[in-house]
């Protein structure tokens, strides 16, 4: 079984992400770590820990990532006008019962790195924070872990926060352009490709009639995510980002990917965008662009493909 810990800012769609994982037996989740995004970090972590207890699996550790972004001071950005101030649909669950370990997100993605080299699989879904951070604790970090799959970027697309950034990057694109150039192997599924994948009313309640724990927390969860793509986007759908990640994790073959050097804009007004090399000459006389680590980009998914599995992973529990 593949092994991977899973960074979260829930959020609704990590919420059905982090459902999807645990409900899919060709992975382990072996922790959470958090960071702030659709919410703060605080919030976060209390999500995390609500979202396991109400999976009955409090067994997987939460470790509390970064409050702040990795070059501190800068402003952070919170999505409460997409997943509610509680980042959870405003439901107003009750607290959890639970804490976090005594181990920050970094330390513990370190640690965990150390204890199984090559074979664990982090699956980022929100701002990159803690992996730039687990890189800075522990330079051969990128080496050690086996994997990077990132919920993040925009490849030649429109971003969903300025025209030129997907949010998880935007959130703190320093981070983002350590990770990208950190030689770790890592796979980036982007607006690109999500925004192919898109859950539909019908989908809503298909998984509405299921008599499913996960289903029946998801429609209620999923409310406020439907009316923001409404507002915003005019849709009558909603995109599942963070579920498509999780799926890239489990099953890679339901994307197709294509190999380069990616780096992120830091500043401006094209901040967090994603810049890719598809040229496979490298630049080479330009210092910022050659020698760098190539990374996995997803340019195709197979969307019905995605709907299906996550349909089937939430009704069948
Ligand atoms: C990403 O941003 C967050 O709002 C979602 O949870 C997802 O991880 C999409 O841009
Ligand atoms: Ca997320």
């Known amino acids: 079984k593949k092994k991977i810990i899973i960074d979260t800012d ?5 919420a059905m992400a982090i459902f999807v994982a645990l409900q899919s037996p060709e992975v382990e989740v072996i922790g959470l770590t958090t960071i702030y995004g659709n919410v703060y970090t605080t919030l976060a972590t209390r999500n995390a820990l609500h979202l396991l207890e109400f999976a009955e699996r409090s067994d997987i550790p939460v470790a509390e990532g970064s409050h702040v972004t990795f070059t501190k001071g800068t402003k952070l950005r919170v999505a409460d006008f997409v997943h509610g101030s509680d980042g959870l649909g405003n439901q107003n669950f009750s607290p959890p019962k639970g804490k976090p370990i005594d181990q920050s997100g970094p330390a513990f993605l370190v640690e965990q790195a150390n204890l199984h ?16 951070l687990a890189i ?14 990132i919920l993040g970027g925009a490849f030649s697309v429109n971003g969903n926060v300025n025209p030129a950034a997907e949010a998880n990057i935007f959130g703190d694109p320093d981070a ?9 192997d890592v ?26 724990k996960y289903a029946q927390y998801l429609c209620k969860i999923l409310a406020l ?9 005019e849709m009558q759908g909603v995109y599942l980002h963070d579920p498509t990640a999780i ?13 380069g050097v990616v780096r992120v804009q830091t500043s401006g007004i094209t901040r967090g965008m994603t810049i890719f090399d598809n040229t496979k000459k490298r630049y080479a006389e ?23 599995l996550v349909m089937d992973r939430l009704i069948n529990s």
């Open 10 to 14: 829930p959020g609704i769609d990590d």
């Open 117 to 132: 080299p090559g074979k664990i699989t982090v699956v980022a879904l929100g701002p990159l924070t803690n992996i730039a």
């Open 136 to 149: 800075e604790l522990d330079p051969a970090f990128a080496q050690k872990i086996g994997q990077i799959v």
């Open 176 to 184: 983002a352009d350590i990770v990208f150039t950190s030689g770790a």
């Open 187 to 212: 796979v980036a599924v982007g607006l690109n490709v999500t925004h192919q994948v898109v859950f539909s009313v019908a989908d809503r309640d298909k998984l509405a009639q299921s008599k499913g």
């Open 225 to 233: 995510y439907f009316s923001y793509h409404h507002d915003a986007y």
């Open 247 to 259: 799926l890239a994790a489990v099953n890679p073959s339901l994307l197709t990917y294509t190999e």
């Open 286 to 308: 330009i210092t910022e662009w050659s020698n760098k680590p190539t990374v996995k980009v997803a340019v195709t998914v197979d969307a019905s493909a995605v709907l299906e």
